[in-house]
């Protein structure tokens, strides 16, 4: 199945496969030619299996899973997602304003899991450019959301200057 | 923008508060077109109650038991006339009338329509208010001593740091989705009735040996079921690092703070079960990242912020007056509340007026339509048009010429708002209760009520100072842990019972109440308080204020008045 993504303000078909947090050997090994988004605890543990893929390979963590664990392979991934276990758990935001903030990561950061048109204003300017709605989403009604505000006071990612400093 | 427009714009404020300019105005209309879009996908049935209700609360909006419940924000108390009549406007269209101070310096309205509340937004709009992060686990409304600017023991005037916080915490977008709510004070007087040592954030303005301005910070105050008094984690803070190192303690709290527990979720459980010193290096870790960059406060925001909280047109008046000296020696009602409802000014010839929302027969911090209107127009005509909330849900006007006192005075008198308990026993702190509130345990207000009836004028102020604060259940928004006397309703059985403490505090120094013993029905309780009050006037000393005698004699004598011989049991039941 192909996920519903918004990138770049608009509806993308994408071919990652995002694999669950159940996901072992022999399912990445199914996969050989497909882009695949694994798990955390498998991106640490098969490093071999990963390297040796034709395809490529990203990771996903989780929203008490943090940044640092993959600090030293961020070069070399080109996208990385973060969990929404539930819309109302806050974590990823910060998540996504140390890959970019603390580890200048310039991938693809997207938001997955638990991921609503409320709140995709916030994903977009904590760093996150892409995301992988909740299947009952409206599109329509999801990319009017990145239209919410005008300004912001604070810096964030899609705004480095606070309000105080261009006002 | 055209300048005819830039004059209706600026409608709603005095010139010595902060004005809004088309940034913030942009601000408040995105979000009420925001808010009015969502409220109209919820009624559709394409949001979730449980997707709807955060957005809800961070626009202030609860359900209650009968209705739901708007709380509006009054950003550290401060409040224009302009912006009070459109309170009361609310009051009338939307509401029944009346409106309820809160403790955090805020006002809500009990009996507003879902439906109505996008609209009640935009009226607020007009005058430069808002309902937003008023509830919801999100950065809360900044608060600060009612006196800022007036105080004569001042440090600095905390007004325009509680603005800087105000916009930076206002769509926060890293913070909007915390573990619980996060509520910030900054006190810049010596007195500090701003209760900050027990809240998440508590920052006490002070200057360094070179006469530089700057913060101590304390992290993981708070009531709730677990009160806490903060812990510093930082002595002094230049003034110019304020918003990294707030971002700093933010970050780690949304990342670590628990989530698995509601009641385990506030910033004072982490610091707990961190160490106050593992936490504070947490956080200097955290600001390394952000220390230096773009929230560095520049020298330009700081004068431009100040700039907004000048002092009023004050006029060189003498410090006597004769006109308040022959009213004191004429009317003894008037000299009673002269004593008890005024304050020492930073300026000569001036006065701060508190206005005592606590009288006998009334919902304590309760306002009619009627007497908002009024307030308004007193705030006008004696006060530069402004006045301030307390978070003890009383009203200041806090530049009042000494002249005009006995003025001012029979005005109240015409609308019930004279009443001379401030910071007496019956100017109690006061949730609305269960007569209102889902989470109540017990009824705050009728309890509230028959303590004031227990208690003559006379008497009161034979007491003297003492706090004495109540809530319906541990949520604690009545303050309870921080009264001199606390009051918490409990359930015993289905039945309305009340636990109360002694020895709490809210001020500098800051302290937790403990619990008597065995909890009171609602009937026993004005006696148990008449009991309390009479081992304190048995054994105080000359000019000992209640806390004071509690202090030195402790909980023994006061347990004997309560329960005899009977009860040796320390903890509540």
């Given at each position: 199945?192909?996920?519903?993504?918004?990138?770049?303000?608009?509806?993308?078909?994408?071919?990652?496969?995002?694999?669950?947090?159940?996901?072992?050997?022999?399912?990445?090994?199914?996969?050989?030619?497909?882009?695949?988004?694994?798990?955390?605890?498998?991106?640490?543990?098969?490093?071999?299996?990963?390297?040796?893929?034709?395809?490529?390979?990203?990771?996903?963590?989780?929203?008490?899973?943090?940044?640092?664990?993959?600090?030293?392979?961020?070069?070399?991934?080109?996208?990385?997602?973060?969990?929404?276990?539930?819309?109302?758990?806050?974590?990823?935001?910060?998540?996504?304003?140390?890959?970019?903030?603390?580890?200048?990561?310039?991938?693809?950061?997207?938001?997955?899991?638990?991921?609503?048109?409320?709140?995709?204003?916030?994903?977009?300017?904590?760093?996150?450019?892409?995301?992988?709605?909740?299947?009952?989403?409206?599109?329509?009604?999801a990319l009017s959301a990145f239209n919410d505000f005008t300004d912001a006071y604070q810096p964030a990612i899609d705004q480095p200057l606070p309000l105080f400093r261009r006002r | 923008m055209p300048p005819a427009l830039a004059c209706i714009r600026s409608q709603g404020r005095t010139k010595t508060m902060y004005r809004y300019d088309q940034y913030d105005h942009q601000m408040l209309a995105d979000r009420i077109a925001q808010f009015r879009d969502q409220t109209q996908r919820f009624l559709a049935g394409q949001l979730s109650d449980a997707e709807f209700l955060p957005l809800r609360l961070q626009n202030g909006l609860y359900v209650q038991r009968l209705a739901p419940m708007l709380r509006v924000a009054i950003p550290y108390g401060m409040l224009s006339s302009t912006q009070m009549r459109k309170l009361a406007f609310i009051a009338d269209h939307f509401d029944k009338g009346y409106g309820h101070l809160t403790t955090r310096q805020n006002i809500q309205f009990n009996w507003p329509a879902l439906a109505d509340v996008p609209e009640i937004l935009a009226h607020l709009a007009e005058v430069e208010m808002h309902a937003i992060q008023t509830s919801g686990n999100c950065i809360r409304n900044t608060t600060t001593d009612q006196f800022a600017g007036v105080a004569v023991d001042e440090v600095e005037d905390a007004r325009a740091y509680c603005e800087i916080i105000r916009q930076w915490s206002t769509f926060h977008p890293e913070f909007a989705f915390l573990p619980r709510k996060f509520k910030i004070a900054v006190c810049g007087t010596q007195q500090d009735q701003a209760a900050t040592q027990v809240h998440d954030i508590g920052l006490y303005l002070l200057k360094n040996e070179n006469n530089e301005i700057g913060f101590r910070v304390l992290v993981g105050g708070g009531l709730g079921r677990t009160p806490v008094i903060g812990s510093e984690i930082k002595a002094f803070l230049p003034q110019e690092h304020l918003l990294s190192y707030l971002d700093a303690i933010l970050r780690v709290y949304n990342r670590e703070g628990?989530?698995?527990?509601?009641?385990?979720?506030?910033?004072?459980?982490?610091?707990?079960?961190?160490?106050?010193?593992?936490f504070r290096d947490k956080v200097e870790k955290e600001w390394q990242l952000l220390k230096d960059g773009p929230l560095t406060l520049t020298s330009a925001e700081l004068e431009r912020c100040r700039a907004f909280f000048h002092d009023p047109d004050y006029k060189a008046l003498p410090a006597q007056s004769s006109a308040l000296e022959t009213a004191l020696n004429t009317d003894v009602l008037f000299a009673a509340w002269y004593e008890q409802n005024t304050s020492a000014h930073k300026k000569t010839g001036y006065a701060i007026v508190t206005i005592c929302v606590k009288k006998t027969g009334f919902a304590p911090g309760d306002l009619d339509s009627d007497?908002?209107?009024?307030?308004?127009?007193?705030?006008?005509?004696?006060?530069?048009?402004?006045?301030?909330?307390?978070?003890?849900?009383?009203?200041?006007?806090?530049?009042?010429?000494?002249?005009e006192l006995y003025n001012l005075w029979q005005a109240l008198k015409t609308r019930d708002l004279e009443a001379d308990n401030l910071g007496l026993l019956s100017d109690m702190i006061c949730c609305p209760g269960g007569d209102f509130c889902s989470l109540a345990n017990a009824k705050s207000i009728p309890v509230a009520e028959a303590i004031q009836r227990r208690f003559s004028a006379q008497h009161l102020r034979e007491i003297g100072q003492l706090s004495l604060n109540i809530s319906g259940c541990m949520n604690a928004c009545g303050h309870h842990h921080v009264g001199n006397i606390g009051i918490l309703g409990v359930d015993k059985k289905g039945e309305e019972y009340f636990q109360i403490s002694l020895g709490g505090s809210a001020d500098h120094n800051?302290?937790?109440?403990?619990?008597?013993?065995?909890?009171?029905?609602?009937?026993?309780?004005?006696?148990?308080?008449?009991k309390i009050v009479n081992v304190y006037q048995q054994h105080k000393a000359p000019g000992e204020k209640f806390i004071n005698t509690y202090n030195r004699l402790g909980m023994e004598p006061f347990k004997e008045a309560l329960y005899g011989n009977k009860s040796d049991d320390h903890t509540t039941d």
């Open positions: 199945m192909t996920t519903r993504l918004i990138k770049n303000g608009t509806l993308v078909s994408d071919t990652w496969v995002l694999l669950g947090a159940a996901t072992d050997r022999d399912a990445v090994a199914m996969m050989h030619d497909r882009d695949v988004i694994v798990p955390l605890s498998f991106w640490l543990s098969e490093q071999d299996l990963i390297s040796s893929r034709p395809s490529r390979t990203a990771v996903w963590l989780n929203s008490n899973e943090t940044p640092d664990a993959i600090a030293g392979s961020l070069d070399k991934l080109a996208l990385v997602a973060l969990n929404f276990p539930e819309f109302k758990d806050g974590r990823p935001y910060s998540s996504a304003r140390e890959l970019r903030q603390r580890f200048a990561y310039s991938g693809e950061i997207r938001a997955i899991g638990d991921v609503l048109r409320d709140q995709l204003f916030f994903m977009r300017r904590c760093g996150f450019d892409a995301f992988a709605l909740r299947d009952d989403q409206d599109i329509d009604i | 628990r989530r698995d527990n509601k009641y385990k979720a506030r910033i004072k459980i982490l610091v707990k079960e961190t160490g106050t010193s593992a007497q908002m209107r009024f307030i308004a127009d007193l705030a006008e005509r004696y006060s530069f048009g402004e006045m301030r909330i307390t978070h003890t849900q009383n009203l200041v006007l806090a530049d009042v010429e000494k002249n800051a302290a937790l109440g403990k619990i008597v013993g065995p909890s009171f029905s609602q009937d026993e309780v004005p006696d148990v308080i008449d």
